[in-house]
């Protein structure tokens, strides 16, 4: 019994994840505007500068930093 019990809890658990992954809860891109699309662009340019391999964290700090400067989330 405890078996048949396991495989439903996993059963439904694999349902209601692939419910919420469904496309239409994921964020599409043709709303983008031109000003966030320059702003990644800016922001991906600069933080290619500093490669993880080499400066750590500070790649993602300049990447937030610069978007941050844009007025946009991450």
Known sequence: MKRIS???TALVVGLAVSA???PSFAQRSEGMSSSRAQ???????QAAKYKQYVWGDYEIDVYRACMAQHGQQE
């Open 6 to 8: 396991t495989l439903l």
């Open 20 to 22: 919420l992954a469904t």
């Open 39 to 45: 702003a990644l662009k800016d922001c991906n340019t």
